[in-house]
């Protein structure tokens, strides 16, 4: 065995070869990303398209079929699922397992821009895009000042956004909320109608009055001048002084001579708030490759540095969400663990070797194998998340196996009168194939886990892989650098039986073979009762068996866990306003503000769907105390809120969303589709599914995705009066379109 011969000759080899390994490997560890689990790319694309103002059946028929038939025949394809409701359509993609994501993006792309031409002139460009849990926003931010509120939304939009955009890793920073501002036209009919104008008149006008053109150069034999036409608003005056039309007697008519101009603010569609306190939300999300714990911590002190610049102006922030503080937890939690663990292995190596230097020698050897390890993962891209450093603890008990067995092998073999440096050669050597075994073992278990596919793949690709590395790092060790110790450091009996740790030793080891004459003793009786044993064997095997097979023991892909943070979604019925929402997210608010085991409130009022802000619905995302303050987890304290809110104000529903274990709002984890050639033939049986649903027992909240649509007045057209009096459909629609604007 020439490694084994080299490391106890050559020890300088050892040495050098091991502290290259522990500098690159702390280097390693610097440089890891910390993530609270893997990141995953799922096989997953979405098309979504905004047609403004248009009805479900209208988004059906026009953009998601459409859309449906173009990207049918995408390669890879495994499920087509469509969504279409008021002003959105939404297509998703599900891959079939190995499919090459990124091509088959390309060829969803292609597939959309072909059909482009074929949608309506009214529909805005359709996104396409692959989902990645990096999509999420990873902190969500309240922003409170003493300003006026435009001021406040141009000082949050054109300073404090581009601050945080520029911090390396942030992906994108969306606003919710604030009072954005508008230059309202307001026109009075009748003098548009006395002046013979159109509304549709108007608007062309004032559009085309708001425009810069480049209109050449001037030149000389010294310098060019690039000339220019401006020609856009700069004040609410320039507005109302644009011409309209001059009349037969050759008077000017003027927009203020129809119309109010006013510098007001935009129609609020989502409301904002922190604790009671109207705030702009500031949400950040990352890239897929960024490290989520220093993001925070840029973002953190990017607020501080702007909370000291505008400090005149009263501006605060509130962190409603930071996924990286439960990230922090965790990972710090488990690195706890692990010293811990470290320690406990070298007290029981301690007992049981009865040596102080053969404990350091196995505590020596799992630091060794460990921090080594960060270099592949490095190099893999991996990152320090649950699954990782889970694998990191549980290896510690793996990776002192080989180094136990080669202590004990060479402890034998100076027990037979060896000298340190012989016994340490014939010690591994005897047994060197042995360790060979049990690691390869463990290697060939765990590395085929790290190349399968699919989700549960993603998870446990890190899990698995680290664990291999491990151990075939502590191999090395054990042929290298544990001989290479104990030819140098090993010695015979280190205590005196008289001695206070040599008398704790000797009962110890008397209490081993105590427990060992008892295990004995029942090894004895089993096999002089063979049939008693088989049958007790039997029962305890089955009945473990049926605490899952009768549901005694349920199964999940991962633990939901508790961050502290839930998320209390507000519906009331499809023709209320965003001022009725906002009465009722206050009150909700005021209620949950009382408790308490509520640290933070986060509103928001005209809550997404599907990515369109709907007035009728409301978010109130709950940040409850330190776990170790309270006594109650977040599912319960959820659970007692939503029953009390639907008990105290009526007219709503309520839904509760976890926090998930990867920081995520949970949704429903289970879904039915139901399919079918009619809509009211398909919207009968999911009614008969979801009753039947309602009746299991622990189900909460099941719904149907297919609703009613908002109450409308449909205008149905005379075709013939239209056309005797030459009015064009399309024109029809964009004065009924600017009328109502």
Same mark, same amino acid.
Request: charged share 20%; proline share 3%; aromatic share 6%.
């Given at each position: 065995?020439?490694?084994?011969?080299?490391?106890?000759?050559?020890?300088?080899?050892?040495?050098?070869?091991f502290?290259?390994?522990?500098?690159?490997?702390?280097?390693?560890?610097?440089?890891?990303? /910390?993530?609270?689990?893997?990141?995953?790319?799922?096989?997953?694309?979405?098309?979504?398209?905004? #047609?403004?103002?248009?009805?479900?059946?209208?988004?059906?028929?026009?953009?998601? *079929?459409?859309?449906?038939?173009?990207?049918?025949?995408?390669?890879?394809?495994?499920?087509?699922i469509?969504?279409?409701?008021?002003?959105?359509?939404?297509?998703?993609?599900?891959?079939?397992?190995?499919?090459?994501?990124?091509?088959?993006?390309?060829?969803?792309?292609r597939?959309?821009?072909?059909?482009?031409?074929?949608?309506?002139?009214?529909?805005?460009?359709p $996104?396409?895009?692959?989902f990645?849990?990096?999509?999420?926003?990873?902190?969500?931010?309240?922003?409170?000042?003493?300003?006026?509120?435009?001021?406040? #939304?141009?000082?949050?939009? !054109?300073?404090?956004?581009?601050?945080?955009?520029?911090?390396?890793?942030?992906?994108?920073?969306?606003?919710?909320?604030?009072?954005?501002?508008?230059?309202?036209?307001?026109?009075?009919?009748?003098?548009?109608?006395?002046?013979?104008?159109?509304?549709l008149?108007?608007?062309?006008?004032?559009?085309?009055?708001?425009?810069?053109?480049?209109?050449?150069?001037?030149?000389?034999?010294? *310098?060019?001048?690039?000339?220019?036409?401006?020609?856009?608003?700069?004040?609410?005056?320039?507005?109302?002084?644009?011409?309209?039309?001059?009349?037969?007697?050759?008077?000017?008519?003027?927009?203020? !001579?129809?119309?109010?101009? +006013?510098?007001?603010?935009?129609?609020?569609?989502?409301?904002?708030?922190?604790?009671?306190?109207?705030?702009?939300?500031?949400?950040?999300? /990352?890239?897929?490759?960024?490290?989520?714990?220093?993001?925070?911590?840029?973002?953190?002190?990017?607020?501080?540095?702007?909370?000291?610049q #505008?400090?005149?102006?009263?501006?605060?922030?509130?962190?409603?969400a930071?996924?990286?503080?439960?990230?922090?937890?965790?990972?710090?939690?488990?690195?706890?663990?692990?010293?811990?663990?470290?320690?406990?292995?070298?007290?029981?190596m301690?007992?049981?070797?009865?040596?102080?230097?053969n $404990?350091?020698?196995?505590?020596?050897?799992?630091?060794?194998?460990?921090?080594?390890?960060?270099?592949?993962m490095?190099?893999?891209?991996?990152?320090?998340?649950?699954?990782?450093?889970?694998?990191?603890?549980?290896?510690?008990?793996?990776? =002192?196996?080989?180094?136990?067995?080669?202590?004990?092998?060479?402890?034998? !073999?100076?027990e037979?009168?060896?000298?340190?440096?012989?016994?340490? #050669?014939?010690?591994l050597?005897?047994?060197?194939?042995?360790?060979?075994?049990?690691?390869?073992?463990?290697?060939?278990?765990?590395?085929?886990?790290?190349?399968?596919?699919?989700?549960?793949?993603?998870?446990?690709?890190?899990?698995?892989?680290?664990?291999?590395i491990?151990?075939?790092?502590s191999?090395?060790?054990?042929?290298?650098?544990?001989?290479?110790? +104990?030819?140098?450091?090993?010695?015979?009996?280190?205590?005196?039986?008289?001695?206070?740790?040599?008398?704790?030793?000797?009962?110890?080891?008397?209490?081993?073979?105590?427990?060992?004459?008892?295990?004995?003793?029942?090894?004895?009786?089993?096999?002089?009762?063979?049939?008693?044993?088989?049958?007790?064997?039997?029962?305890?095997?089955?009945?473990?068996?049926?605490?899952?097979?009768f549901?005694?023991?349920?199964?999940?892909?991962?633990?939901?866990?508790?961050?502290?943070?839930?998320?209390?979604?507000?519906?009331?019925?499809?023709?209320?306003?965003?001022?009725?929402?906002?009465?009722?997210?206050?009150?909700?608010?005021?209620?949950?503000?009382?408790?308490?085991?509520?640290?933070?409130?986060?509103?928001?009022?005209?809550?997404?769907?599907?990515?369109?802000?709907?007035?009728?619905?409301?978010?109130?995302?709950?940040?409850?105390?330190?776990?170790?303050?309270?006594?109650?987890?977040?599912?319960?304290?959820?659970?007692?809120?939503?029953?009390?809110?639907?008990?105290?104000?009526?007219?709503?529903?309520?839904?509760?969303?976890?926090?998930?274990?990867?920081?995520?709002?949970?949704?429903?984890?289970?879904? +039915? !589709?139901?399919?079918?050639?009619?809509?009211?033939?398909?919207?009968?049986?999911?009614?008969?599914?979801?009753?039947?649903? *309602?009746?299991?027992?622990?189900?909460?909240?099941?719904?149907?995705?297919?609703?009613?649509?908002?109450?409308?007045?449909?205008?149905?057209?005379? /075709?013939?009066?239209?056309?005797?009096?030459? =009015?064009?459909?399309?024109?029809?629609?964009?004065?009924?379109?600017?009328?109502?604007?």
């Amino acid at each position: 065995m020439n490694i084994i011969k080299m490391s106890i000759a050559r020890p300088t080899t050892v040495v050098v070869t091991f502290i290259t390994l522990l500098f690159f490997g702390i280097y390693s560890f610097t440089q890891l990303n /910390r993530e609270l689990m893997p990141n995953m790319s799922l096989d997953v694309i979405t098309v979504s398209t905004l #047609y403004p103002g248009a009805g479900a059946n209208e988004v059906e028929n026009a953009v998601t *079929k459409k859309i449906e038939d173009a990207v049918s025949s995408i390669e890879g394809l495994d499920k087509l699922i469509a969504t279409s409701m008021e002003s959105f359509s939404l297509v998703t993609i599900q891959l079939k397992e190995g499919t090459d994501l990124d091509k088959a993006l390309q060829n969803a792309q292609r597939k959309v821009n072909a059909i482009r031409a074929d949608l309506p002139e009214r529909v805005k460009e359709p $996104s396409v895009s692959d989902f990645n849990l990096a999509d999420v926003p990873i902190m969500t931010i309240g922003a409170v000042a003493n300003m006026n509120e435009v001021e406040f #939304y141009d000082l949050v939009n !054109h300073e404090i956004k581009p601050a945080l955009e520029r911090i390396p890793g942030v992906a994108q920073i969306t606003l919710v909320g604030g009072s954005e501002r508008e230059i309202q036209i307001n026109i009075n009919e009748e003098r548009m109608a006395a002046y013979e104008l159109s509304i549709l008149d108007i608007s062309n006008v004032l559009i085309n009055s708001n425009l810069d053109f480049p209109t050449g150069k001037i030149k000389s034999d010294n *310098k060019q001048t690039q000339i220019r036409l401006q020609g856009r608003y700069n004040s609410p005056a320039d507005i109302e002084n644009v011409i309209l039309k001059y009349m037969p007697d050759g008077s000017a008519i003027k927009v203020k !001579h129809v119309a109010d101009v +006013y510098d007001n603010y935009k129609e609020v569609e989502t409301l904002s708030r922190v604790n009671g306190m109207t705030s702009i939300g500031i949400t950040v999300q /990352r890239s897929s490759d960024a490290n989520t714990v220093e993001i925070s911590k840029a973002v953190r002190e990017v607020l501080d540095a702007l909370l000291l610049q #505008y400090e005149a102006s009263g501006l605060n922030f509130m962190i409603a969400a930071d996924n990286a503080e439960f990230t922090i937890e965790a990972s710090d939690s488990v690195m706890t663990d692990l010293i811990i663990a470290i320690i406990l292995v070298a007290i029981t190596m301690l007992f049981f070797l009865g040596s102080v230097r053969n $404990s350091i020698f196995v505590s020596v050897a799992i630091p060794l194998s460990l921090i080594s390890s960060f270099i592949v993962m490095y190099l893999l891209g991996f990152s320090l998340n649950l699954m990782s450093l889970l694998a990191i603890t549980l290896v510690v008990g793996i990776l =002192v196996d080989d180094a136990i067995v080669v202590i004990e092998n060479i402890h034998r !073999h100076m027990e037979m009168g060896k000298s340190r440096v012989q016994a340490a #050669y014939d010690g591994l050597r005897e047994i060197s194939g042995t360790i060979v075994s049990i690691t390869l073992v463990l290697v060939v278990v765990f590395i085929p886990i790290s190349l399968t596919q699919g989700m549960v793949a993603n998870i446990f690709r890190q899990f698995a892989a680290t664990i291999a590395i491990a151990v075939s790092f502590s191999l090395l060790v054990s042929f290298t650098v544990v001989p290479l110790l +104990y030819s140098r450091f090993g010695k015979m009996n280190e205590f005196s039986s008289q001695s206070y740790i040599g008398r704790r030793i000797q009962a110890f080891e008397n209490l081993i073979d105590r427990i060992a004459k008892w295990f004995g003793m029942i090894l004895k009786w089993s096999l002089s009762h063979k049939l008693i044993t088989l049958v007790i064997t039997l029962t305890v095997l089955l009945g473990s068996l049926s605490l899952m097979l009768f549901g005694f023991i349920g199964s999940d892909l991962a633990p939901q866990g508790d961050q502290g943070q839930f998320v209390l979604k507000i519906e009331l019925s499809r023709e209320a306003t965003i001022a009725q929402t906002n009465q009722i997210a206050y009150k909700a608010e005021n209620i949950l503000r009382n408790s308490p085991l509520v640290e933070t409130v986060f509103t928001t009022v005209g809550a997404e769907e599907n990515g369109q802000p709907q007035a009728r619905l409301a978010d109130l995302r709950v940040k409850m105390i330190a776990h170790n303050q309270r006594n109650t987890s977040a599912t319960d304290f959820s659970r007692e809120v939503k029953h009390f809110l639907q008990e105290n104000i009526p007219g709503i529903r309520v839904q509760i969303a976890m926090t998930d274990i990867m920081g995520n709002i949970d949704e429903a984890p289970i879904q +039915y !589709h139901i399919s079918g050639y009619h809509l009211d033939s398909v919207r009968t049986a999911a009614n008969l599914i979801l009753n039947n649903i *309602k009746s299991v027992k622990g189900i909460v909240d099941p719904r149907l995705s297919a609703e009613e649509g908002s109450p409308e007045i449909s205008i149905i057209p005379d /075709r013939e009066k239209m056309a005797a009096l030459g =009015v064009p459909f399309e024109m029809l629609g964009m004065a009924l379109n600017n009328a109502f604007s």
